[in-house]
């Protein structure tokens, strides 16, 4: 069964930029939605971004307003890995950050649309 691995989660100052990446471990995610979602203690999961992905190439992106034009999603290695370039952090940025997969049509925003997740990495944004 696929399984998904994220890192480069890392505490960094307001401004800054970081990359977080995903990978598929034990499976291929080439027709699948891969998406990153976020979030704090005590709130619900946030979709933040969204790539619909049908071998050969990247259909769709999609992003939460409150990253839109600071956020990048690419898809590389077959679609096999998920990098999130984040880029003028916010202090309101810091959470757990998931990569989630699935293999429906939609690829929303919605944590419904996915049926694989990673652990999650941290990210933390302070000024």
């Known amino acids: 069964q696929m399984q998904l691995a994220e890192s480069g989660g890392a505490a960094v100052k307001v401004g800054e930029s970081l990359k977080l990446s995903c990978a598929t471990v034990g499976g291929t995610a080439e027709s699948y939605c891969m998406a990153w979602f976020r979030q704090v203690p005590g709130k619900q999961r946030e979709g933040v971004a969204t790539?619909?992905?049908?071998?050969?190439?990247?259909?769709?992106?999609a992003y939460h307003d409150s990253v839109k034009g600071r956020f990048f999603v690419i898809r590389s290695n077959g679609g096999n890995i998920m990098d999130l370039q984040m880029n003028a952090l916010k202090p309101e940025d810091s959470a757990m950050y998931y990569c989630?997969?699935?293999?429906?049509?939609?690829?929303?925003?919605?944590?419904?649309?996915?049926?694989?997740w990673g652990q999650g990495t941290q990210v933390t944004v302070s000024s």
């Open positions: 989630a997969a699935g293999a429906g049509t939609h690829c929303g925003l919605e944590t419904a649309d996915y049926n694989t």
């Open positions: 790539t619909n992905f049908r071998r050969p190439r990247v259909y769709s992106t």
